[in-house]
């Protein structure tokens, strides 16, 4: 009788404690919860943690995170206002602000998943077909810098922008949140994570991009060799100029130091006529050393100024 009655209360205690387990559950930090009675909610939502209570077999718990969720959108090929067709690759944040209409609305996380993709990607796939490329890809207006080689800038200058990347993001933000104001979800950010040209089309771009390159490095190298031409003609007209120069200061010196030596000869002649003689001599020498060799044969007169000293010398 005591092993039945030992029994009987071990039963009553498992049963107490699985009533007392299925009636009570515990919501950490990072949950919220909403419970359900045959499918439908009963009450608010419960956002605090804690042990909370519930009727057991009846009502049913249903967890959500509080944290910021993830978003990853499929890359889609887009046509931009300009008809160029590029993949957009994109990525949000979200996070359930309101348990409870989340529930009625999406159920769950892969529920809310798929309602962002119709939102995000249809918003993107709007906004994008609204602008030029160059609006998708850029933020900012900016000057375009010199590379600094010869010449000016090549080309025409950057296309204004009157919208830009960050602005197109924010107004896709804005308006997949105008959308989803009553899923109990906020989309917190939105970004373009990757922008490309399709497959078909990058091929052309890149050989576009090379030939507009080539042509630039065509015209620098022109403008480099005109400029090396201008170079050294400058350099050919200072050689003559300085040439020319040296030329007419050598013979400013040369004639300077011949009309000096042509005055002492002159002084020297003046003298005496002893000096006269002397001097005539030792011009009629030099004229013999420059005139004559072993090899030469003259006839002189005998009144000639040269046969005078050779007559002399007899």
């Known amino acids: 009788m005591d092993n039945k009655k030992f029994i009987f209360i071990i039963i009553l205690l498992i049963g107490v404690l699985f009533l007392f387990f299925q009636s009570t559950y515990v919501v950490s930090e990072k949950e919220q919860v909403v419970v359900t009675q045959f499918g439908k909610p009963v009450g608010d939502a419960i956002t605090t943690p804690g042990i909370k209570l519930k009727i057991p077999f009846?009502?049913?718990?249903n967890f959500f995170d509080k944290r910021y969720l993830e978003w990853d959108g499929d890359p889609n090929?887009?046509?931009t206002k300009d008809k160029k067709f590029i993949f957009v690759d994109t990525y949000a944040r979200w996070q359930i602000t309101d348990p409870l209409q989340f529930?009625?609305?999406?159920?769950n996380e892969r529920g809310a998943q798929s309602r962002l993709d119709d939102i995000l990607d249809?918003?993107?796939r709007n906004f994008i077909a609204k602008h030029n490329i160059e609006e998708t890809v850029r933020t900012s207006n900016r000057t375009p810098q010199?590379?600094?080689v010869i010449g000016e800038l090549i080309g025409d200058s950057l296309t204004t922008i009157k919208v830009g990347r960050k602005k197109i993001q924010d107004m896709i933000l804005?308006?997949?949140n105008a959308q989803a104001l009553d899923l109990g979800i906020v989309i917190l950010d939105f970004r373009f994570k990757r922008i490309n040209y399709v497959k078909e089309v990058q091929t052309q771009v890149y050989e576009r991009m090379k030939s507009e390159r080539y042509r630039i490095?065509?015209?620098?190298?022109s403008e480099g060799q005109g400029e090396a031409s201008n170079i050294n003609g400058e350099k050919?007209?200072?050689l003559k100029r300085i040439l020319s120069e040296a030329y007419k200061t050598a013979e400013e010196i040369k004639g300077k130091a011949d009309g000096e030596a042509a005055a002492i000869y002159s002084a020297a002649y003046d003298r005496s006529a002893q000096s006269r003689e002397l001097y005539g001599f030792m011009k009629s020498m030099e004229a013999y050393k420059k005139t004559f060799d072993n090899q030469t044969h003259i006839i002189l007169s005998t009144d000639s100024e040269l046969y005078k000293y050779l007559k002399s010398m007899r």
């Open 236 to 238: 050919d007209r200072e």
């Open 122 to 124: 249809g918003e993107t």
């Open 77 to 79: 090929q887009v046509p």
């Open 217 to 221: 490095a065509d015209k620098f190298k």
């Open 146 to 148: 010199s590379s600094g």
């Open 174 to 176: 804005k308006s997949a």
């Open 58 to 61: 009846i009502q049913t718990t």
């Open 103 to 107: 529930f009625k609305r999406l159920r």
